[in-house]
């Protein structure tokens, strides 16, 4: 028998203990947002590290000015170096009531179609995620000795309250963490129970402001109607002039470092199992808006959005005002792909709407945040490698994919470690992270400490 098989068989053998591990962990109460569990959320930490340090690991709980980190590393063997990052903090639970089991007991419940979930927060959001890499190197271990790779662990316990110490630690950690050559994120979602995924690119995000001023003060229609420029019209104009007819976004630039997916991922979104309709039907729409000629898939995992998040102006109480108000203003929001600049998207969106004032229309604009997407080369070797790995532990492609959102982390490991991140995760789509309910598939779990199993064998070769 190989080792990687012993390995196998082993933690099929002991899943059991597996599970039981992470109902242990799932019993913390390690809610990162609220103060009131700091003391939870240092017993994460300590108990996460234990079991590390049980495992031969060299580990310790690092304090930050808020939530503690945990870093452990194994580098008894040759080759290549992998460092795995998962967060051990977790969403508040409240509404309490809307939970039909106890949210830190984890509860194991079969469904109608014969698959066991198990209920509890934390259990796949990232709890169960982060162990399913603990148990791979647990099961290795067992039976072969030695992992056939250099390990290094690092779970963040304030992934869930915004990362505050993520990038300080990081800093200060450069060497330290920055010596291996690919980071693996565990946080993410299969494609589906039977298709593993590797997400390849991450959106990024640029958010702004605008408040549209005209008169002085607000004015009275039946006075002022016709003759006074309306501010609401102003920014209506200019929010009508974003897109172009065919849904395409209109400011002058916009896709000039946008490229188009490489033809082999192209190729293999067209043969993903993916049904355009019921996605919108899940939102209650039937037909998709934005750019022609571009699928929902692509739209939604590839392509730049400008999409406007809120306006206000004029009077919007109860009963009925004729007024001409002064000002109005909007926020917009724009998601980057490939190689698009945050600063420049901004500054070709302000250009846009100033050409378009007209007289005695004045504009502010205030800044929300800006940060570019994170992309993995499709055809790097540790990529590779993971998606063979998958693909023969699930017997399915591995679907190479984009994520609509962003995971912060991706980008800082880019740019504070100078680490590409391959994020692999096992976690389904309607887990019901954040949200009352939150279940995690045992087969999924299963499956995730296999697939760690393979991939670590496979990068050792
Ligand atoms: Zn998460």
Known sequence: MSKLDAALAHADAHLDESVARLTTLVAIKSISTDP??????????????SELAALGFDASVRPTTGHPMVVAHDHAAEGPHVLFYGHYDVQPVDPLHLWNTDPFTATPITGADGEVRIHGRGTSDDKGQLLTFIEACRAWKA?????PLKVSVFLEGEEESGSPSLKPFLEGAKAELGAADIALVCDTDLWNRDTPAIVTSLRGLVGEEIEITCASHDLHSGMFGNAARNPIQVLADIIAS???????VAIAGFYDDVAELPEDIAALWQRLPYDEQAFLAG????TPAGESGRSVLEQTRSRPTCEINGITGGYTGDGFKTVIPARASAKISFRLVSNMDPAKIRAAFRKHVTDRLPPDATVTFKEHGGSPAVSVPTDGPFLKTAARALAEEFGQEAALIGSGGSIPVAGDFKTILGLDTLLVGFALDDDRI???NEKYDLRSYHKGIRSWLRIIAALAE
């Open 283 to 286: 939102a209650g729409l039937t």
């Open 242 to 248: 974003l897109r172009n007819p065919d849904g395409s």
């Open 434 to 436: 954040h949200s009352p």
């Open 36 to 49: 009131a569990y700091a003391a939870d959320v240092q017993r994460a930490a300590e108990w996460l590290t």
């Open 143 to 147: 039976v072969n000795g030695p992992l």
